[in-house]
């Protein structure tokens, strides 16, 4: 059974600090490609930041400068750091593991953490 589970969440005043973890089991984890999405309310999923397998990362330009995405493969985790947040950084946020099998893609999410940033 594949799972992902997020952790971390809160609220947060802004100007804050936070570090989600994404723990995954059921796959192998090396072997994936990982990405934190988010949700707003009212709002499309965003993706926010990307890992790829060999550690090359990706950020939106919304998240860019202050986020940094990383992953321990001995772990099976990945994580986001967000630094200087701003209330637009309140989202439930996802993980997600991605590759592709046969061309064909293959996903994998998490039930999401909330995060709040609010004073």
């Known amino acids: 059974q594949v799972q992902l589970v997020e952790s971390g969440g809160g609220l947060i005043q802004p100007g804050g600090s936070l570090r989600l973890a994404c723990a995954v089991s059921?796959?192998?984890?090396?072997?994936?490609?990982m990405n934190w999405y988010r949700q707003a309310p009212g709002k499309q999923r965003e993706l926010v930041a990307s890992?790829?397998?060999?550690?090359?990362?990706g950020y939106a330009e919304s998240v860019k400068g202050r986020s940094t995405i990383s992953r321990d493969n001995a772990k099976n985790t990945v994580y986001l750091q967000m630094n200087s947040l701003k209330p637009e950084d309140t989202a439930v946020y996802y993980c997600n593991a991605h590759q592709f099998v046969n061309v064909r893609p293959v996903d994998y999410w998490g039930q999401g953490t909330q995060v709040t940033v609010s004073s």
């Open positions: 890992i790829t397998r060999g550690g090359n990362t």
């Open positions: 059921g796959i192998s984890f090396s072997t994936y490609a």
